[in-house]
Structures are given as structure tokens and as C-alpha cells.
């Protein structure tokens, strides 16, 4: 049976733009802008990913997930991310209606995470997350997608 909705972010190579917020450990709140950029081989979807404090752009959250593309109408997948601060991370991607989930942690499970994506359009993302370590919040964030 095929899903009911068609995913554009992961599932097209493609360009977004990020526009948001990041609030840190302390619930300070910054403005984020950043880029996202997914490619696609055979084997392997990579997704590249900056985001940047507005304020400061000197200070750059990036990612570059390996992702196993998701085959036919399958609905879940892992994933392996380098992180320069945060080092390896790995997780699933599991799509849920018009959702798209990711659980994960850091090598060694010191930090854990969740990251959740709302297709409200084709060309339009919803990004919500965050990020803790021991029970405590690392960071979370609101940010929307939009496809150049």
C-alpha cells in the first residue's frame, strides 16, 4: 500500500532554506537562519545542513547525515550524522502520515535527541527538536523549511 502522503524533504534532491529559533540550555532564545541541501545516490541520501545564529554568524550548528534511502513503501530508516561538536550521532527517520520523526543519540548514548518534520506543502517543512544529555536540555528549536 502506498503512503498516503508524498514527502518532498529527504525524499527529492533539493535546497531549503531554514528560518527560526534556537533556545540554549539557559531558554535563551536566538534567531536562526541556515541551509539545508539533500542529495541522492543509489545507495546513499545525503543531507548537509547549517544553521546559523543570526546575531553571530560565526556561531554554525552543521550536520552531514548518511541516510539509507527508504526503499518502496517502506516508512522507516537509519541514519549516521557527523557532527563537528557533538561528534557521531546515529538514528532512525520514521515517517508517520505527513511527518517525518528522527530518534537518535551520540556514540555511547550520553546524548539523545528528537527531531520532528510537518509537511504543511510541497515546498514547506515545519522543524521542531531538541537535544539532552542526562536528563537535562541541551538545546531546542522551531524552525520552518522552504525549498529554493
Known sequence: MARAVVHTFLFEEWQWVASG???????RIYPVEGRIRVTHDPDLWIVESTIWIVADDSIRFSNRYEVQPVRGDGDITTWEAKNPHLGTMSGN????????LSLYETEGGAMRGVEYWRLIDEDLYWCRGG???????????????RRL
Open 131 to 145: 537535544l539532552t544529555k542526562g536528563g537535562s536540555k541541551i538545546s531546542s528549536w522551531a524552525i520552518e523549511l
Open 93 to 100: 527517520f520514521i515517517i508517520v502520515d505527513d511527518s517525518i
Open 21 to 27: 529559533i534556537y533556545v540554549d540550555a539557559n531558554t
